[in-house]
């Protein structure tokens, strides 16, 4: 028995020795085939919506215009449209028409309802640096969060880790689809994000522990970690590191950086350690002080996430004003990249309503925002900041057809989706009761013959 | 000279109370009926209102003509925990629960006006809220109603309820169930007099005080209601039968399932508190959660009340755009105001407040547009006839930004 344990130490000496003779051979790198989308949305066909008050969300308000779909993707928007003769025709006079709306922040899956300890699997909150973990990998595709999103017009979602950790793992991407595996939700070829955390949560939940338990403890443990990122990325080990095949991806600009960060000089220096390793932050998420620091974000190509309301849970959320997301929005001329987020399966359910919220704040304010620029918040801006606008959030000849139809101005309370697609397939459709599809949850959960829905 | 300058205030803030106000031309929702009275004038004289009608002539210290512009009575929130806290995370700015006393804690005199949650959710709408304690225990405590002026005579009435809650501790509801009837017991035979509680009977871990025995008294002698958190329908019917039996007034704080026993709660007249925006079966207590049930639940007869989210009372006044959901969701307007004013102080009996009637407070809002709009903001807020500040800390951190300074 001892021989043997010699024998094996001798061997692992061997393998640790070539380990070093063959430095110089790369890595295997990380396939982008594993956990790859199986995504296919089943084809569209023709299908035109005539007469309908369009809000792009390029910027523009078309009154009584035509879109056609074809082939599953937006093929033309114009005043009048011919229908062929295979054409499924939607009328949509008097109604009003938006992009598919996406939230940029959801837990969905991750945290589903009902909400139990069994499938609480959003925070992997037994260590501050947990760039390994992937939200994908714990999401239960049977939520009932997501038919109600769905009911509410958000046809895209980017779920994330918790923020407990200063790393908190990897957010995906995905389409308001039903689907048995993550796999067939996931939004084809969108980039990975890494969450990362400031502030009170990282030092509330390991402050009594390992640390870090001071704001500074945060700062020192992103710079440790992006110190072994760049060796990482610069010197060829030899094993795959799960973590800093997450941050390497970070460094080269593949993985999307969604930082949670409410205070305003959490943000100013949290851009100086980007600056440090070079590597963008694409979005603060929740910035309740981002109004403070509206000018900084705008320079430096960052967008903000926020909430129209939400305050007071907590010390770094104390300062909340209702015009943050208009100030970011108009910030240096304009050009501020503001985005409408839930972080919550009822505020995804009305998105719509929280940007009104904001822009009459805005308005309010003295800043001119049409709901045209408004319906970007939750649109175009938050598909941007997922690298996704080249596909969804505005509504453009060869973009994908999401959209939604609402019966009146999405601006107000009353409004309601009557029509919900996603890649031109009619997902909820308010006019018939068998959608949008339950999940295997609700099936005979009220009563054996009666689903949830 | 500070004396000259005293009394000149004291004349001047006397002369103020007693001031007249005309509003001219409003479209005024008074809660005593389902309409709203077009083109009508309002007059607010001693900070009661004096005057409903289309034409009032009478010279007044203030006029304003409103072109048409809603006023309702101010909001009053049914469920807060409005001046007991400040930061849900900093335990040291709460004062909304306790471990002492059971059903005897009053939260009353805790009450903070100068919280600065109450010109924040006043601005929203808001110009009372009963604040209750938390805790979802068996009995949390009593709650009392308060105007949200933001000045030391807040409170308009104290302990005005008791809440309690069967289905939070991880014991079983019908031990809880049997829990509250041993105490209840227990207070109908404790002599306020006799110089010790007899608490045989109960299990060893339960302890109560005098006063929680003698708040619980008080519901049982109906002065005041008890308020119970349940949603899931089989509960709400086993606490129909339990206020039956008890011989109590019941209101359930809730009751997501509640569009499914509806027809049983209006029987019982037992009133409910609703969260509209609440529609996830966020439990095994309440799968059949539903935006519709507002809506149905009025339709079966039931008073509803409308608040916006237990757990989120820095909001509180966001209790509007829960009424407009419910609305756009089949419950009429009228009923959804209902639901946010008179309903509120019908059930806890708070007087003179919840419908613009002649003699009752001058407590409320001119609105720039349909109050239950997510774009709609209070222009003029009164309570007891007397203009509020538009101002919050929000608003100044605001405009350092927008200004720069």
């Known amino acids: 028995m001892e021989r043997y344990l010699l024998y094996i130490f001798f061997l692992s000496f061997l393998y640790s020795c070539s380990s070093e003779i063959f430095d110089n051979t790369p890595r295997e790198p990380e396939s982008n085939d594993v956990f790859a989308s199986t995504y296919q949305p089943s084809p569209s066909g023709d299908i035109l919506i005539t007469g309908g008050r369009v809000l792009t969300g390029t910027g523009e308000e078309l009154e009584d215009v035509d879109i056609l779909i074809k082939d599953n993707v937006i093929q033309e928007i114009s005043e009048t449209i011919t229908p062929g003769s295979d054409s499924i025709v939607i009328d949509a006079e008097g109604k009003w028409i938006t992009p598919g709306i996406i939230d940029i922040h959801s837990h969905m899956g991750v945290y589903p309802a009902p909400s139990l300890r069994s499938n609480s699997d959003g925070n992997e909150a037994t260590s501050p640096v947990t760039p390994h973990v992937w939200a994908e990998h714990s999401f239960w595709t049977q939520d009932t969060q997501m038919p109600l999103a769905l009911k509410g017009g958000t046809t895209t979602f980017h779920v994330l880790p918790g923020s407990a950790n200063l790393f908190g793992g990897r957010g995906v991407t995905l389409k308001n689809v039903w689907s048995k595996t993550v796999q067939g939700m996931k939004f084809p070829g969108a980039p990975y994000t890494l969450k990362m955390a400031c502030g009170e949560n990282p030092k509330r939940v390991y402050g009594s522990g390992s640390g870090p338990s001071t704001r500074m403890g945060n700062v020192a443990g992103y710079r440790v970690e992006w110190i072994k990122a760049k060796e990482y990325r610069d010197k060829p080990y030899k094993t795959r590191d799960l973590k800093l095949d997450t941050l390497q991806g970070v460094l080269n600009g593949e993985i999307l950086v969604q930082n949670h960060c409410y205070r305003g000089e959490e943000m100013a220096v949290m851009i100086d350690v980007a600056k440090e390793f070079n590597y963008k932050i694409t979005t603060f998420h929740h910035a309740v002080e981002a109004y403070k620091v509206a000018d900084m974000l705008a320079e430096n190509n960052i967008c903000a996430a926020l909430w129209a309301d939400w305050w007071g849970f907590k010390h770094e959320a104390f300062d909340m004003v209702w015009e943050n997301v208009a100030i970011v929005d108009q910030a240096k001329g304009g050009t501020g990249c503001a985005i409408v987020h839930s972080d919550s399966a009822i505020g995804i359910q009305r998105l719509n309503q929280e940007a009104a919220k904001a822009m009459a704040a805005g308005i309010r304010a003295g800043f001119d925002i049409p709901k045209k620029r408004a319906i970007q918040w939750i649109t175009k801006n938050p598909a941007k900041a997922l690298g996704i606008d080249d596909r969804v959030g505005t509504l453009e000849k060869g973009k994908m057809a999401d959209l939604v139809i609402w019966d009146s101005d999405p601006f107000s309370v009353y409004s309601k989706t009557e029509l919900v697609m996603i890649d031109g397939i009619i997902k909820y459709d308010s006019s018939d009761p068998s959608t949008p599809k339950p999940t295997d949850f609700e099936l005979g959960i009220i009563s054996p013959d009666e689903n949830r829905l | ?405």
Not at chain 2, 305 to 320: G, Q
């Open chain 2, 1 to 405: 000279m500070r004396i000259v300058n005293l009394l000149l205030v004291l004349i001047i803030s006397n002369f103020a109370f007693s001031e007249s106000i005309l509003f001219k031309n409003a479209s005024i929702y008074t809660g005593d009926s389902t309409e709203i009275l077009k083109e009508h004038d309002l007059l607010i004289v001693d900070g009661k209102i004096s005057d409903i009608r289309s034409d009032i002539t009478i010279s007044a210290d203030k006029v304003f003509n409103l072109g048409g512009k809603i006023i309702t009575a101010g909001f009053i929130s049914p469920f807060t925990h409005l001046g007991l806290i400040e930061i849900n995370q900093i335990a040291a700015t709460r004062d909304d629960s306790s471990d002492l006393y059971s059903a005897g804690f009053s939260i009353s005199q805790a009450f903070n006006p100068s919280s600065t949650l109450i010109p924040y959710n006043l601005n929203g709408g808001l110009t009372s809220a009963i604040s209750a304690p938390s805790g979802n225990r068996l009995f949390s405590g009593l709650g009392s109603a308060f105007s949200l002026s933001g000045n030391t005579d807040s409170l308009i009435s104290r302990d005005i309820a008791l809440y309690g809650s069967i289905g939070a501790d991880g014991e079983s509801k019908a031990a809880n169930i049997l829990l509250i009837e041993d105490t209840f017991e227990l207070a109908r035979k404790f002599n306020e007099d006799s110089s010790e509680i007899q608490e045989f009977g109960l299990p060893d871990s339960v302890k109560y005080s005098k006063r929680d025995l003698l708040a619980i008294k008080r519901v049982l002698n109906k002065e005041i209601p008890m308020v119970v958190s349940i949603n899931r329908a089989s509960d709400i019917i086993t606490m129909i039968d339990f206020a039956k039996n008890q011989d109590i007034k019941l209101v359930i704080m809730g009751a997501s399932e509640g569009w499914m026993v509806s027809s049983q709660l209006a029987e019982s007249n037992i009133p409910v508190i609703l969260e509209p925006i609440n529609n996830l079966p966020a439990s095994f207590d309440r799968l059949g959660s539903r935006l519709e049930n507002a809506a149905l639940l009025n339709d079966a007869g039931v008073k509803i009340l409308i608040a916006y989210d237990e757990w989120e009372t820095h909001n509180a006044y966001l209790s509007r755009q829960g009424a407009g959901i419910a609305v756009s969701y089949g419950l009429p307007w009228h009923e959804a105001i209902n639901a946010l004013t008179k309903n509120v102080s019908d059930t806890f009996n708070i007087p003179n407040r919840g419908s613009l009637l002649i003699g009752h407070h001058a407590d409320l809002i001119v609105w720039d547009a349909d109050p239950l709009e997510v774009t709609s903001f209070p222009e003029q807020i009164y309570i007891s006839g007397k203009l509020m500040s538009p101002n919050t800390r929000s608003l100044m951190l605001r405009d350092r930004y927008l200004n720069k300074d």
